[in-house]
């Protein structure tokens, strides 16, 4: 049988086209009215994360990830990768961890956020190689007043800034080299935990040159002036002056870096923050209470001026305190900065905050520690390295997992909300156009807390608050309600009236059909909704009579 082949000249162009019709498209944050979705292959996708421990980025640290993201059914793992292991010798790239990782994380079905821990890892330059560390001359600490050096490499040190873009650089292209087709890497964190405790910039000269010149007008046009219209950044900013500063410092060189990882390959970028007080309202100056210079909700705006390349500033949450957690959604969710949480305890009180972050639109979270090294970060974490770690976080994983696509794109067109139970237990209220969800706390499944004795007394299990919802409204009287240990009453909006048609319970089967398990009414819904301990999925229709 005669066979032909094609010219090797037109066989490339051939395997060239093809493999450009099956690489999936980039990952991407899109923005409509002020609320985003990451995209991935084209559609939002909610990341339901994992977060190894800091020294778990070698490869034979890897099982204990996978086993415990897959316990927590998570889609997404974030992952440490280290200047000081990918550049051990100046000049001289070993990506063998980054290889390994990919391959696992495909095999394992998981996506990746890859966290570059580089001139600055909580702050200090842990995780820069030996060559950065033992050479102060080429690679400056930042000085104080009286010039002696601070343990954080200082933001104006340019042979530093040149050292780690050149690796940043070499890694966003090695990760276009092996992840141009999958896309399994989703997003990249841009140092880890920015800023410095104890001095509020840096002193040396090369600082105290620029910390004397006129404030940028990029910088102008987004943080409003305190003291003075325009001028030096005391006359502008009086006593924010020294912390405005470092941050815009710092936001430069971590922009510049993105700027050039993303020139190379171009995936959404982020930066991650060790808050300051959410409720300290109006914001004092610093007064070493907090990293000056990080990502604070107090300069979001500068890090949008300086570092353009960085599309989210983010909480990392470590304080289970109900108000300060909704302060810190609300003060990083704004139109200009997607909400993100790359880092919560992994506390059972942290759990019924997923409602409120899902709920709000957040394009993913993850708690911290996801991992069955034999290590805790207690006490802000559990003390748990077995299974029980999952536990606050997986029921509700296991909920939003098959319809984490159909979440995010609700989230995206604005249908979803979400609370947890705040630490005085008080009733909250979730409001939608035309209908309000009344929402109520330690009741039992059956009765009214007014008929006393035993109706009146909490629910045992509830002596911690744990409760909480998240709703998307999917039709203008429908709605789908993920949570626990909450009591949901539907109200119609003042001056109309409303009824409860059918609330039934299911959940959504792999290819995202409804999948009805049984209808709640009689004693399931005499008493309103009443979600039990473990989270359950209902899709209740509401009804207005004539
Ligand atoms: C926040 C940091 O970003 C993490 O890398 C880790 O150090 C935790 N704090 C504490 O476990």
Known sequence: MKTTSLPPVLAAVLACLLSTAQAAELPRLVSQDGRHALLVDGKPFLILGAQAHNSSNYPGALKPV????????ANTVLMPVAWEQVEP???????????????????????????????WKNTSAQYAPEWVKLNPERFPAMKDQ?????????????????????????????????????????????????????????FAPAAQTAFEQPVPAAVLAHKKPVAAATGNWREVY???????????AI???IGEIAKAGRAVYDLP?????ALRNPLDQPPKPWNKDFASGGPTWDVIDIYKAA?????????????????QVNANLRLFGRRDNPLWIPEIGTKPAYGRFLYAMLGRGAIGVSPFGIDYFNYTNHPLGTTATDKTLVEPFEPVYRMFAPIQRQWAQWAFDGKTQGIGEADDRKPQQLDFPGWTAKLTYRLGRFGEAAWGGEFAK???????????????????DEFLLVGQRVRVRMEAAEGTKGMMLRAEQGRFDAQGRWVMERVWNGDQVDYGLNLPAEPVMLKVKMGRPR
């Not at 996978?66 to 059914?73: C, H, S, T, V, Y």
């Not at 070993?94 to 996506?111: E, G, I, M, N, Y």
């Not at 940043?168 to 990249?188: C, E, P, W, Y």
């Not at 970028?269 to 923050?273: A, D, F, K, L």
């Open 251 to 253: 936001a430069r060189y």
């Open 269 to 273: 970028m982020y930066v991650n923050n």
């Open 146 to 202: 009286d010039g002696k050096p601070s343990y954080c490499l200082s933001p104006f040190g340019s042979e530093t800034l040149k050292a780690d873009k050149k690796a940043f650089v070499a890694l966003m292209g090695h990760l276009k080299q092996i992840d141009s087709t999958d896309r399994t890497v989703l997003m990249v964190q841009v140092e880890n935990e920015v800023g410095t405790y104890g001095l509020v910039r840096d």
């Open 66 to 73: 996978w086993d415990a993201a897959n316990d927590l059914k």
């Open 458 to 476: 909490p629910t045992p299990g509830t002596e911690n608050p744990n409760g909480g919802v998240a709703m998307a409204q999917i039709a203008p």
């Open 307 to 323: 570092a353009p390349a960085i599309d989210i500033a983010s909480p990392d949450i470590y304080t289970p305190d109900s108000e």
């Open 238 to 248: 009086g006593p924010y002056a020294d912390e405005y500063f470092h941050a815009w």
């Open 89 to 119: 010798v100046e000049g001289k790239f070993d990506f063998s961890f980054v290889d390994t990782l990919v391959k696992q994380a495909r095999q394992q079905k998981k996506r990746l956020v890859i966290l570059w821990f580089a001139t």
